[in-house]
């Protein structure tokens, strides 16, 4: 199986501040042909279900707020929101997409206001 | 709109066989492919399984063996069962969409807690 390893496991930021969660693969998710990255994150609120913000790595879903961004490629990702809203206040997780099953979520990294 | 509604008894016993329904509404379940996926209280997501609209299915490896995913197209739904079940599988359960041609998941039913407790 892919292990993903997110860091830190929790942050806080001040409102307004730029907020970096890392996600790191024990293998590359880069189909080369393609040049994609199977690499996914989603937004966690209490109570609620994961919601889709990333995909292929760096592509935002629709409705997406683009403080919102992506990065990364092979083993390597990173999640930015570039100024911090109270209503970003949340767990992220990655999730890996790779060809075979079973696809795998990192342990999430929860983010606090400062 | 498509929506997607977990249901299903909230408390199961040990030893005994969770079953979760999964009703998709707005939409035809044949328009996409489905997964299952739980959240252990205060922990990460475990993917169980998916299920393509074609009835073809795959599981994780780490229940392989006590999962059964399928599909009951004339109701628009599809369902979990989870056998032989301990205290390890008390979880929020989730129904969710495949997104486009690749698994990841675009959208989630709101969850459905299960408690394995005698």
């Known amino acids: 199986d892919i292990v993903m390893t997110q860091s830190p496991d929790s942050l806080a930021v001040s409102l307004g501040e730029r907020a970096t969660i890392n996600c790191k693969s024990s293998?590359?998710?880069?189909?080369?042909?393609?040049?994609?990255?199977?690499l996914a994150w989603y937004q966690q609120k209490p109570g609620q279900p994961p919601k889709l913000l990333i995909y292929r790595a760096s592509t935002r879903e629709s409705g997406v707020p683009e403080r919102f961004s992506g990065s990364g490629s092979g083993t390597d990702f990173t999640l930015t929101i570039s100024s911090l809203q109270a209503e970003d206040v949340a767990v992220y997780y990655c999730?890996?997409?790779?060809?075979?099953?079973?696809?795998?979520f990192g342990q999430g990294t929860k983010v606090e206001i400062k | 709109q498509v929506q997607l509604q977990e249901s299903g008894p909230g408390l199961v016993k040990p030893s005994e066989t969770l079953s979760l329904t999964c009703t998709v509404s707005?939409?035809?379940?044949?328009?996409?492919?489905w997964s299952w996926i739980r959240q252990p209280p205060g922990k990460g997501l475990e993917w169980i399984g998916y299920l393509y609209y074609t009835g073809v299915t795959n599981y994780n490896p780490s229940l392989n063996s006590r999962v059964t995913i399928s599909l009951d197209t004339s109701k628009n739904q599809f369902s979990l069962k989870l056998n032989s079940v301990t205290a390890a599988d008390t979880a929020v359960y989730f129904c969710?969409?495949?997104?486009?041609?690749?698994?990841?998941?675009?959208?989630w039913g709101r969850g459905t807690l299960v408690t394995v407790s005698s």
């Open positions: 969710a969409r495949r997104a486009s041609s690749f698994w990841y998941f675009d959208l």
């Open positions: 999730q890996q997409y790779d060809g075979t099953p079973p696809y795998t």
């Open positions: 293998q590359s998710l880069l189909y080369s042909p393609s040049n994609m990255n199977y």
């Open positions: 707005g939409g035809a379940i044949s328009s996409s492919s």
